[in-house]
């Protein structure tokens, strides 16, 4: 029986730690004078429901001719940090000010 509980836990913290990643392009805009491109994404991560976080990022990408290649432009290595906002169950936190 100890070992159906602790199997049983496990297996609810494997299931806990999963989650799903999806990101949609709100915004582009060209540069009509230079091959760079401005993204805006959102970023949902969920976890089974329970645990909620979005973020608002934004990338700035170099066109190569055959492909964008994009960098976080508010990654806070630049004092820039995405606007994020976190909930779970009656819980929810934001960074923007």
């Given at each position: 029986m100890n070992r159906f509980f602790m199997a049983l836990a496990v297996s609810l913290l494997a299931l806990a730690s999963t989650g799903c990643v999806t990101r949609t392009i709100t915004h582009f805009e060209d540069n009509e004078k230079s091959?760079?491109?401005a993204?805006?994404?959102n970023k949902f991560f969920t976890v089974l429901g329970?645990?909620?976080?979005?973020?608002h990022q934004f990338y700035?990408?170099?066109?190569?001719?055959?492909?964008?290649?994009?960098?976080?432009s508010c990654d806070g290595a630049n004092d820039t940090v995405c606007p994020m906002g976190a909930a779970s169950g009656n819980l929810t936190t934001t960074n923007v000010r």
């Open positions: 091959p760079v491109t993204l805006e994404v329970f645990y909620n976080k979005a973020t700035l990408c170099q066109d190569t001719g055959n492909q964008l290649v994009c960098k976080l």
